[in-house]
């Protein structure tokens, strides 16, 4: 594996900072984005080329592979800043480890460890003065590549850019989280891309989310494609549920994203002796126990979305409510591991990184 060093990375600073425009009291998700950002080029077998330069518009030829064939991948990463000014990431080696799972499904160029660890950290470095300190608020991470090699032939292009771009973030969700169990559409299937974080995951939850949104629903929560009886996840994150005292997830497979977030969130449940089942959920079971009153909980978890609770769902034309409940899970896992992210709290786990 090749590797570079801090000082192979070239480093162009802006002229004058935009951080002043910026109201770190209210701020939105990903929709401010820091001074700077890395950019990195794969040609002719190789990554090379490692800079940072000021965010801003990019150059590429309309016959760029992306825009034809949509050969892109990204990663959804935080960085917390302590009450000291230090920074931490949250097993940022799972997500770079996650990102070439992607790279190899979509037939693109692996990246070496050094490339994504070196250019993050050099980045947050030279932006720390963006990462917001607020409750709630983190620098969002978002390290992508896609295909910049030009072409119409169908077949993976030779030329890629690893990048990297910083959004100092609010929370996902302004409120609670409504969501429509999905029973036409699906977003991914055995065999598929939903495991890997390639854009086209995404763009294709838009249209049936738009639909459930006109309904007044937040996200998705995706059904197996086959029969459509399975819950699997919502569009932007982990789903589990807690019927009784016991917390379930379903299991991970080519279908599904296997977030960072929902295997933390099992390894706290574990330590806190909450009995904990990852196995197949049925929409039928999950139906009966709000009728009956045994569904407690249902919450989201991911990166953007931390451990969003779900105050409800549909599902074909019924609405369920979940009431309130004490010693909520969704509470305790968020404090837990948001303690440890903004390194309120030992971590036993070793997940925290300092930059
Ligand atoms: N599922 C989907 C489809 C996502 O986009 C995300 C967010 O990254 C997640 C789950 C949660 O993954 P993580 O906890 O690694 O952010
Ligand atoms: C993340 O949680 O980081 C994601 O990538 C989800 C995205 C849709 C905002």
């Given at each position: 594996m090749e590797s570079i060093t801090k000082n192979a990375i070239s480093i162009e600073k802006v002229q004058s900072s935009k951080i002043a425009l910026v109201d770190f009291d209210n701020l939105a998700f990903g929709s401010v984005f820091s001074d700077h950002m890395l950019v990195c080029d794969y040609r002719n077998g190789a990554w090379e080329n490692p800079k940072i330069v000021p965010y801003g518009p990019i150059s590429l030829a309309p016959a760029a592979k992306i825009f034809h064939y949509g050969q892109s991948i990204f990663e959804g990463m935080k960085a917390y800043k302590d009450d000291t000014d230090s920074i931490f990431l949250f097993r940022p080696k799972d997500n770079h480890k996650r990102f070439n799972i992607s790279a190899s499904r979509m037939s693109m160029p692996e990246l070496p460890e050094e490339y994504f660890m070196e250019g993050l950290k050099t980045l947050l470095e030279l932006d720390k003065a963006w990462i917001p300190q607020s409750e709630g608020s983190a620098m969002y991470i978002r390290p992508f590549m896609f295909a910049s090699g030009e072409g119409f032939h169908a077949s993976p292009a030779d030329a890629y850019k690893f990048m990297i771009c910083l959004a100092p973030s609010g929370p996902y969700f302004a409120g609670k989280v409504k969501v429509l169990i999905e029973?036409?559409?699906?977003?991914s299937a055995n065999g598929?891309?939903?495991?890997a974080k390639t854009g086209g995951n995404y763009a294709g939850q838009f249209h049936p989310t738009q639909l459930a949104k006109s309904k007044g629903y937040h996200q998705v929560i995706w059904t197996d494609d086959h029969k459509h009886e399975n819950i699997e996840e919502a569009g932007a994150m982990n789903i589990f549920v807690r019927i009784g005292d016991t917390l379930i997830t379903g299991p991970t497979s080519d279908r599904i994203l296997d977030g960072i977030t929902r295997k933390s969130v099992l390894e706290v449940a574990e330590s806190e002796g909450i009995k904990t089942e990852v196995r197949t959920i049925t929409v039928t079971e999950v139906v009966a126990a709000a009728k009956d009153g045994s569904l407690k909980e249902m919450f989201g978890a991911g990166t953007a979305a931390v451990i969003s609770p779900i105050a409800g769902f549909g599902y074909r034309d019924t609405d369920y409510e979940l009431q309130e409940v004490e010693n909520s899970y969704a509470a305790l896992f968020k404090k837990r591991i948001t303690d440890i992210q903004y390194n309120r709290a030992k971590d036993p786990f070793g997940w925290r990184v300092e930059v």
């Open positions: 029973e036409k559409y699906s977003r598929g891309v939903g495991y």
